[in-house]
């Protein structure tokens, strides 16, 4: 089981930028899933996360500006980020928390992205 994230970059403030992450493999079922991130000197923080019910929930700071969406069919998850501001430059990180059958699952990390907001 793998997850596999695409997307993020460099953008100007005020600028969007999205990011999806794709599980592949095989398990029974996928749990919640988050996005993460990780900027320089500082402890990695939740972001956003979604159930498999589509309840939400996001980190106060991109609240309002930050959409996580979720294709249960495609086992994926996507974050929207609008008006993006130089303190949301960090390493993103995707996590799902994969069932591999009823009361059993662990936590499934993918590959960091970069997400860089210029001045």
């Known amino acids: 089981v793998q997850l596999q994230v695409s997307g993020g970059g460099l953008v100007q403030a005020g600028g969007s930028l999205s990011l999806s992450c794709t599980a592949s493999?095989?398990?029974?079922?996928?749990?919640?899933m988050e996005w993460y991130r990780q900027a320089p000197g500082s402890q990695r923080e939740l972001v956003a996360g979604?159930?498999?019910?589509?309840?939400?929930n996001y980190a106060g700071s991109v609240k309002s500006r930050f959409t996580i969406s979720r294709d249960n069919a495609k086992n994926m998850i996507h974050l929207q980020m609008d008006s993006l501001k130089p303190e949301d430059t960090a390493v993103y990180y995707c996590?799902?928390?994969?069932?591999?059958?009823?009361?059993?699952?662990?936590?499934?990390w993918g590959q960091g992205t970069q997400v860089t907001v210029s001045s």
């Open positions: 996590k799902a928390e994969i069932v591999v059958k009823k009361y059993e699952g662990y936590d499934l």
């Open positions: 493999g095989n398990f029974f079922g996928i749990s919640a």
């Open positions: 979604i159930t498999n019910g589509g309840s939400t």
